[in-house]
């Protein structure tokens, strides 16, 4: 027995072990086809084992967990600092949102609020994670598609939005930039200028994709009718953020679970709902969502009022005991953080609400009967990031 | 051909050699200018960005780089696959590109062959590649590969349909199968008496011409009517278990083969390889003249670069349909509307 | 239906892009024939002035990834007035930081009491092997000369400006 043959008669008992965790049932009908873990579809490492008649589904199973990192074990070893730095890559496309629910968290238990200045750049910059977050995904529900050109402007015009972010906080993609008790520097000068220029090239790109994607009869036959949500059946999946809304639920935690923590209740905005529930209506909530965050922003860098970015906090931080949980409307939906501290320097145990591990719990029922291309414009319209399914 | 051209005697085996060698050429640096031009720089410009610039200047030695990359690599089988199928499957689909050059006239005399049913053959053998995509679909032992090679197989074939009665009107205004008497009844006659620019059936058949080049873009498997290759889903469908040479020989027929749809195209609507009657008047030569054999393959090349155009723009810009929509939109608005031209043309023949 | 089909205005913005990278030139940056200047906060890469660290150890500590190698003794130094006792100071031997494992955060650069670190936009500097990331205080005290001067705040703002000691 020579060593390549020994790993391969492994490698073929764990492959066959994997099937059988995910309970494969003997081929009586229908071919088992794995979508994923590598596959251009699956934004990132998900498997989705779908057994097939023909081209239509009889059963799909998500598979996740290829891209566990253990977030939760990491935070019980590590400071509230060092855990905002971590927590930064759990939904990396829109990171600052990652860090507020859990700094509004550790708020709550120190009983500290923060200035009014360090709210309004706090919900700035939440907000530009939004657009960053949602413009990618504008482009990349055409890619899925396949129409190779908007996501190319997708990037292009969120270079602006990471270029503003890069120029207050340091880091494109990680600000790590929220702080127990305010935000952790001001701003440049000239920001305040720039951004509102940037945000009107994402205007552009918002009616670009309009004429683009949203009114190509093409798009419109493949997302018309597909991967259609009811709204109660969502709910008790636990869908939230921009896939309830596009099936008619109005609830959005900006408005109705405004934290003191975010200066939300301080501007004018609405909430865009549609009552279709399929993947045309998650897509265009979407972009009105953009077009409204852009609005959020202006109207919050006119308003920013003057003073103290930070609290006063101690310098070594220890957070007294209890327990909080706190949930914010993210980019994916809603997200959650709770926190349990024994007075220690590091918390004791925080366990992370994802948005996109609950938006795929819908994805068995809903993936049942639709076609493989279906399967691949639902999967984009649900819109997950793998790190928030993992973490 | 060429013994007219330079006024020489040459034996058979000389001819054939020298039509084989302009047979490579006429597919090969056609295929080569517009994988530059479309998939290198056209899309990037389309993209914001410039596309290959570092392999010779502004990036236009990328193909050769391609080309060595491609050769280099590992010929790799899959295990479970059928290894003379698999093999065998890149060169039924490169047969039939050849196969159908051979019928484009390049000029009056500079043609491979001038067969009476010229477009008949170009039509017949244009329906050979469905073999080789089946072939590489089977063979691969893949589920995407076995997809995508299921899909090809249904969207070639309905869309073989509206490319032929596309092609009817023409013949039925032409008058003719033979390719050459195609251009030449579209040099020739007049619409409505004005003859300056002759009669391109690009205006008098414009839905014909639409309807072969949707179908040009079925046949081709280009978005949108790209579910065999289908990128996103089945990661090049057909081809994905192709690597180095084998993929290379799929990558330049996908080109190759658009090419000389656009030749096919360009001739039976654009009037091939003749100018409009007022610029050979300007010149003082005839329209079939000898220099048309050399200045018929540039025109021909400039026409086939503006249809490839209009076939790349719209593949880099629409998403892709739906195999079942794909098919309803063939045999349920294509086949029915060119049948209905045909009706038209026939009436309006016999009409005028 | 709209006057003009979403598929014909579709190719028409293709179109246009095509046009405006052709006039008015890509979006992209042709690196490295061409660089473009990250922001003056742009996190590239850390940089030590070694005068100001005492090795009080707290940046190392506080690294989520324990990148910071320090070490570091004491001496005794000249007293600051004559007559007065001789007063330890802590003298630092080593500061290393290992590139392949840093994440960027930025933690070790706040809590330095000392403003002994600075981020700087510098960030070509990548080898070949992994190894050869970790840095040392010689190569650190290097790149403060690419620390760019702090920029005054936006207005309404109540922070003061720090110095980069040169």
């Given at each position: 027995m020579t060593a390549i043959s020994d790993r391969r008669q492994l490698a073929y008992i764990a492959a066959q072990a994997a099937d059988a965790r995910v309970n494969v049932?003997?081929?009586?009908?229908g071919m088992t086809l794995n979508i994923?873990?590598?596959?251009?579809?699956?934004?990132?490492?998900l498997r989705i084992v779908a057994r097939l008649d023909g081209e239509q589904v009889i059963e799909a199973d998500p598979v996740m967990?290829?891209?566990?990192?253990g977030y939760e074990k990491l935070a019980e070893v590590r400071t509230y600092p060092q855990v905002t730095t971590l927590i930064?890559?759990?939904?990396?496309?829109?990171?600052?949102a990652n860090e507020v629910p859990f700094i509004l968290a550790a708020e709550q238990l120190m009983d500290i609020e923060a200035p009014p200045r360090a709210r309004h750049i706090r919900t700035i910059l939440f907000e530009l994670a939004r657009i960053a977050n949602v413009t990618l995904f504008l482009g990349d529900m055409g890619v899925q598609l396949g129409a190779v050109t908007p996501i190319f402007y997708a990037f292009r015009d969120r270079e602006h939005i990471l270029n503003q972010i890069e120029s207050a906080?340091?880091?494109?993609?990680?600000?790590?930039?929220?702080?127990?008790?305010?935000?952790k520097d001001d701003l440049p000068a000239g920001w305040l200028a720039e951004t509102k220029q940037s945000l009107g090239e994402i205007r552009k790109f918002c009616d670009q994709m309009e004429d683009l994607i949203l009114g190509n009869e093409i798009f419109q036959a493949r997302t018309r009718g597909i991967g259609v949500i009811p709204a109660d059946v969502g709910l008790s999946y636990g869908l939230s953020g921009a896939n309830i809304r596009s099936s008619g639920?109005?609830?959005d935690l900006r408005r109705?679970?405004?934290?003191?923590?975010?200066?939300?209740?301080d501007v004018e905005w609405r909430v865009w709902t549609h009552p279709d529930g399929d993947s045309f209506a998650r897509y265009w909530v979407r972009l009105q969502e953009v077009r409204e965050s852009c609005l959020i922003v202006e109207q919050l860098l006119d308003s920013m009022p003057s003073g103290?970015?930070?609290?006063?906090?101690?310098?070594?931080i220890k957070v007294p005991e209890g327990e909080a949980y706190v949930e914010t409307e993210n980019p994916l939906g809603v997200m959650g953080y709770y926190v349990v501290s024994q007075?220690?320097?590091?918390?004791?145990r925080v366990k992370i609400r994802s948005a996109s591990f609950s938006n795929m719990s819908i994805s068995p029922w809903l993936l049942k009967g639709t076609y493989v291309p279906d399967v691949i414009t639902i999967l984009a319209s649900l819109y997950f990031i793998l790190g928030d399914i993992d973490r | 051909m060429i013994s007219m051209l330079l006024a020489a005697e040459f034996a058979w085996w000389q001819t054939t050699a020298f039509k084989l060698v302009m047979a490579i050429v006429a597919v090969l640096i056609p295929a080569g200018t517009t994988v530059y031009l479309y998939l290198f720089k056209m899309v990037s410009f389309m993209q914001s960005r410039l596309g290959?610039?570092?392999?010779?200047?502004?990036?236009?030695?990328q193909l050769l780089a391609e080309l060595g990359k491609n050769l280099q690599k590992e010929d790799i089988f899959p295990l479970k696959a059928d290894r003379a199928v698999f093999a065998l499957a890149p060169y039924v689909v490169l047969m039939s590109t050849f196969l159908l050059a051979?019928?484009?006239?390049?000029?009056?005399?500079?043609?491979f062959t001038n067969i009476d049913v010229g477009v008949y053959l170009a039509l017949a053998v244009s329906s050979v590649s469905v073999i080789g995509i089946l072939m590489a679909g089977w063979a691969s032992a893949s589920k995407y590969s076995l997809l995508g090679g299921l899909r090809a197989a249904g969207q070639l074939i309905a869309y073989e349909l509206p490319l032929i009665l596309a092609v009817v009107g023409v013949v039925i205004q032409a008058g003719t199968l033979n390719l050459q008497g195609i251009i030449a009844a579209q040099n020739q006659q007049e619409i409505f008496g004005w003859g300056?620019?002759?009669?391109?059936?690009?205006?008098?058949q414009f839905v014909g011409f639409m309807i072969f080049m949707i179908a040009v873009q079925a046949e081709l498997t280009?978005?949108?009517?790209?579910m065999p290759i289908a990128e996103s889903e089945?990661?090049?469908?057909?081809?994905?278990?192709y690597s180095g040479f084998r993929f290379l020989m799929f990558f330049i027929g996908e080109f190759a083969t658009a090419n000389i749809f656009a030749f096919l195209a360009s001739v039976l609507f654009?009037?091939?390889w003749s100018v409009p009657p007022f610029v050979t008047d300007l010149l003082g030569i005839?329209?079939?003249?000898?220099w048309m054999n050399f200045i018929g393959p540039l025109v021909m090349l400039t026409k086939m670069l503006l249809l490839t155009f209009i076939i790349y723009w719209v593949r880099f810009t629409y998403p892709r349909f739906r195999e079942d929509q794909l098919q309803k939109f063939a045999w349920k608005f294509l086949i029915p509307l060119s049948l209905l031209n045909i009706f038209a043309t026939g009436v309006l023949k016999v009409v005028f | 239906m709209p006057l003009v089909p979403g598929v014909v205005s579709g190719l028409g913005v293709t179109f246009k892009e095509i046009v405006k990278t052709v006039t008015?030139?890509?979006?992209?940056?042709?690196y490295p024939h061409e660089k473009e200047d990250p922001a003056p906060?742009?996190?590239g890469v850390i940089a030590l002035?070694?005068?100001?660290?005492?090795?009080?150890?707290l940046c190392s500590r506080e690294c989520p990834d324990w990148c910071i190698y320090i070490e570091g003794h004491k001496e005794l130094a000249p007293p600051?007035?004559?007559?007065g006792k001789p007063r330890q100071v802590n003298k630092l031997d080593r500061f290393d930081i290992d590139y392949g494992l840093c994440?960027?955060?930025?933690i070790c650069v706040e809590v330095c009491p000392f403003e002994a670190l600075f981020w700087s936009?510098?960030?070509?500097?990548?080898?070949?092997?992994?190894?050869?990331?970790?840095?040392d205080k010689t190569r650190l005290g290097q790149w403060m000369e690419t620390v760019p001067d702090f920029e005054p705040y936006e207005g309404g703002a109540e922070v003061k400006i720090k110095k980069v000691p040169r």
């Open positions: 049932e003997l081929e009586a009908e994923g873990p590598q596959h251009p579809a699956t934004h990132g490492t967990g290829y891209m566990h990192r930064n890559r759990i939904d990396w496309l829109g990171s600052f906080t340091g880091g494109r993609f990680h600000p790590n930039f929220d702080r127990i008790g305010g935000v639920v109005d609830w109705d679970g405004a934290h003191p923590g975010l200066a939300y209740n103290p970015i930070m609290a006063k906090v101690p310098r070594i007075g220690g320097l590091e918390p004791f | 290959p610039m570092e392999a010779g200047p502004y990036g236009s030695m051979v019928v484009i006239p390049f000029g009056p005399d500079a043609a300056a620019i002759g009669n391109p059936y690009i205006l008098t280009q978005v949108p009517f790209d089945l990661v090049s469908g057909y081809m994905t278990e654009l009037g091939g005839a329209w079939d003249s000898n | 008015k030139g890509a979006e992209t940056v042709q906060r742009a996190r002035h070694e005068e100001n660290c005492t090795a009080c150890m600051r007035r004559a007559g994440m960027y955060c930025g936009p510098e960030y070509e500097y990548s080898e070949p092997k992994i190894a050869d990331l970790l840095h």
